[in-house]
Each structure stands twice: as C-alpha cells, then as structure tokens.
C-alpha cells in the first residue's frame, strides 16, 4: 500500500507556510488593535459538546464529524469548528468573573468529512475571532467591522458582506410556524434535503442553493418582518453602526447559516473569486449556546474564516507580500575550510543574519548554483587564502559586485549591508 495524505488534507511545503505566516502575523496585528486575545483549546473534546452545542439536526453533527471512542470508551471527537469549544472553556475556566466581554481569537486545525472539492477539505483551518459576555449590537458591528477589515487589510476586494437577523428564542418559533404552514402543501417540490430539514430546521430551507427550492420558498414569509420589538431594534443598531463605519452590507433573508446554536445577527463574506465554495467567512450572535452547554446564559459574538479559500483567493488576485525567509548569504567554501566555514557561519547567524552553505561537497560552481536557487542576497566566498590574508570575498548576486571584508568585522559589516532586508514576492 502507497502510504499518502488522506482526500481531502494538504501536506503545506515552505512556500506555502511561509504565505500562510506572513498572511497570519498581519491578522493577528488587525485583532490585537480590537483588543482580541489568543485562545487555544484541544483539537479533540466530548462528541456530546458539538451535539449540544451545534445541534444534533445540523448537516456537520449528522454525517461530517470524525467521532470515535478513546481508549477510556469516551465518544470524543475533532473538532469541526471552534465556537462550541471557546465557549465551553470559557464556562469551564468561570472567565464570566473576569472583566467582560471576553474576547478571543483563535487559529487552528478544523475536521468535516465532507465531500473535498476546490476550497472544501476535510482538515481545514480557520482563524475566528469570539466575544462573550455582552449583547451589546456595537459588539456585533465591532465583530462585522473587523471581519471587513481583515479582508480588505490584505488587499481583497472581490467580496461582499451579507447581514441578516434571525430572531431570538422568543420571535423564531411563531415564524417558523408561518414558514412551514406555507410550504405545507409545496413539501413535495423540495429537495430531499429540505424535505428532512423541513422535519427537523425549517430554517435551514432558507438557504438551500437548489433552484427547486429556492423557487418554492418565493412567497415566504421573512424573518425580518416577524422580529420581536428587541431583537429589531438590536438589528437597527447593528445597521446604523456599520454605516457610521462605511462597512458596505446587503440584507439577505435567507441567512440562517447551518449551525444551530445562532441567534439574531448572521453574516457572511461571499468572495467571487472562489466558485462553488464561495464564503470565505461567516458568523453571527449564539446568545443560547453557553445555556445549551453550561446551563448559564452567556451573550457571544464571532465569525470564522477559512484560511484555505483565503489562501486561494490571495492566489487569484496576485497579491503580493513581503518575503524575508530566503538565507541572506550563502557562504561558497573553496578547499578544506570546513571547521572555520562552519564558525563563520555561526558568527553570522549569532547576529541574526540568514545564512546557509552546502552540506553535499559540491564544487564551487556547484555552490554559487545552489545559492541561487534558494535566493541568497549575497555570497561570501572562503577558501584557505582568504583565511590567510584575514579577509573574505562578499558578493552581491544581483549586481555582481565584489568586495574584500575583513574576517574580524565580518558580522557587523553584512549586518550594515543588510539593513531594509526584505524583499518581495508575487503568489501568482
Ligand atoms: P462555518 O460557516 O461553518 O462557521 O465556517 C466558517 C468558514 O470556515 C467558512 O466560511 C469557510 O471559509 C471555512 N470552512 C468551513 N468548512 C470548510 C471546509 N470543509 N473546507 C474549507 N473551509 C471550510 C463556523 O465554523 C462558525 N464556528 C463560525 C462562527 C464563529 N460563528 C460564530 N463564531
């Protein structure tokens, strides 16, 4: 048997960590400057936790975890997405005590056995970002402001944001009552999907892409004219503070997103340049699930993005970003100089310079090839001569130009050399 990743996971090589890095350190600047903190929970928890928390109905607990029992007959599972976890461990750890909200971001590993195409995987990562403890609409619109922010921070443009209200426990289930008695006597031109969802999240039905549902659903009731008097004025705030920040939306009734545990606020980023998977990130308010997994009503607000469609959609738009990983300066060794080579190079890297040299015995030319290759700035070439006149040969590999250094100022010298080290590399 082949031994090779499995569909639907990715081996990421250098060129690519080094872009999903540098796309994250920008990121992670944009949430601290909104006072968001990093959190880290387990990649595996309780199966019962995503059932309670994301609803057993929903399409992700039904047929896409991957859940087994450990060792302990415990039925555990990875985790398909970080909300449920983030909230857990905010009940578990009684951060409601501390100063509120809490906000936190997160960046990791997510698994769904869903069916891999283009920007859908089975091992998928995602950044998301959670604040709990408020309800405060300013929190959603902070929430909404900083999701715009991060895409257009990286130079997306090809998106659009829509917004959406869903009600709250107390408008929801009277309108679901509306919903279905209309499609009570057009059940049977829906898809089988709906026809189950009808069963079990009516809602759900909502956003199905099928053209026969869509259809069917023409008519219908919306949400939007059935929210009660708080869950409309919440709404209206969210609207007003986003257009006090320029944060462009279009409404979109359907939104009601394929977790269960959201209430009120939903909102996603289409971006046009993905195809079939075309949102790059979602979200909305979960003020229920905190009571639904810790019998403690906790208010929260998050989205979630999915770094793997954010990563393809950089790609489409060519964008450019800074590339500082490649050596500096390779250094070409003539002759048994080894043990002095090897000092040299210490001497260097103690200073905070990147450097490489060959570890194959290749010949000189064989040495100025490989430091082309990986993109050395500059070669610096030591032979026994050089070690005799104390002096060694740096050179530019753009330019070709040539100079002697002194061994002794070596470091310092490549140091002022190298000042406004990085230069700049093109994903297309
Ligand atoms: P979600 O809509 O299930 O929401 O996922 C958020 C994002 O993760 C999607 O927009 C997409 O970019 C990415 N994603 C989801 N599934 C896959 C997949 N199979 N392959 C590649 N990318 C994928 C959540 O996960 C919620 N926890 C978001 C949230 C946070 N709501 C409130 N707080």
Known sequence: ?????????????????????????????????????????????????????????????????????DRGGRSVSLRPEATASVVRAYLQHKIYGEAQPAKYYYIGPMFRYERPQTGRNRQFHQTGVEAL????????????????????LLGLKNNYLLLNSIGCHQCR????????????????????????RLEMNPLRVLDCKQKACQDTIDGAPTILDELCISCGDHFQRVQSYL????????????????????????FEIIDTNLGAQDAILGGGRYDGLAEEIGERRVPGIGFAMGLERLLISIKKEGLSFPQSTSPELYLVKIGEVHPQAFCQLQRLRDKGIRTEMDYLGRSVKGQMKAANR????????????????????????????????????????????????TNSTSTS
């Open 374 to 421: 990986c993109n050395a700035r500059y070669t610096l070439i030591l032979g026994e001569e050089e070690l005799k006149r104390g002096k060694v040969l740096l050179r530019h590999m753009e330019s070709g130009e040539e100079e002697q250094v002194p061994l002794q100022a070596l470091p310092d010298y490549c140091l002022e050399r190298l000042k406004g080290r």
């Open 133 to 152: 403890g408020s309800e405060d609409p300013a929190l959603d619109a902070e929430i909404i402001t900083l999701a715009w922010r991060l895409l257009t």
């Open 243 to 266: 257009q006090g920040v320029d944060v462009p939306y279009q409404l979109e009734e359907g939104l009601v997103r394929g977790l269960d545990y959201y209430t009120r606020t939903t």
């Open 173 to 196: 289930p009277p309108y679901i009552s509306q919903f279905t008695a209309f499609l009570e006597d057009k059940r049977e031109r829906l898809c089988h999907d709906c026809q189950r």
């Open 1 to 69: 048997m082949k031994l090779q990743h499995l569909r639907g996971t990715e081996d990421l090589f250098p060129r690519e960590t080094f872009l999903w890095n540098t796309v994250e350190s920008r990121y992670r600047d944009l949430f601290h400057q909104y006072n968001y903190h990093e959190i880290r929970t387990p990649l595996l928890e309780l199966t019962a936790l995503f059932q309670r928390g994301i609803g057993e109905s929903t399409d992700i607990v039904q047929k896409e975890m991957y859940t087994f029992s």
